[in-house]
Nanobody, 118 residues
Framework: VQLQASGGGLVQEGGSLSLSCVASGAFSLNSMGWYRRPPGQSREKVASITNRGAADYRSSVRGRFTISRDNTKNAIYLQMTNLKVEDTAVYYC??????????????WGQGTQVTVSS
């Protein structure tokens, strides 16, 4: 399974950006989502969405970010609005899937930089 993330970039505070992530070689993915690693900080979960469309958000982004999923394309999207300087981070796409042994396998995409300037 490979996750290919795209999007991100530089935006002024209050602006918007979108991220996309497509999984290849994948089937029966369970949860897909986005994590981020702010400068000098640990990785944190931003948002996730199950294969049934149930979404969950980090409290600091709720109401500003929207995650969506297209199961036909094995893709997820993150629409980010009203961006804040503290949203600056490297964003990573994530997916998981239960394997034949009943354990969960995690998959990660390459990071994409989001920089919000004041």
């Amino acid at each position: 399974v490979q996750l290919q993330a795209s999007g991100g970039g530089l935006v002024q505070e209050g602006g918007s950006l979108s991220l996309s992530c497509v999984a290849s070689g994948a089937f029966s993915l369970n949860s897909m989502g986005w994590y981020r690693r702010p400068p000098g900080q640990s990785r944190e979960k931003v948002a996730s969405i199950t294969n049934r469309g149930a979404a969950d958000y980090r409290s600091s982004v709720r109401g500003r970010f929207t995650i969506s999923r297209d199961n036909t394309k094995n893709a997820i999207y993150l629409q980010m609005t009203n961006l804040k300087v503290e949203d600056t981070a490297v964003y990573y796409c994530h997916a998981d899937r239960e394997n034949e042994h009943g354990f969960w396998d995690d998959y990660w995409g390459q990071g994409t930089q989001v920089t919000v300037s004041s």
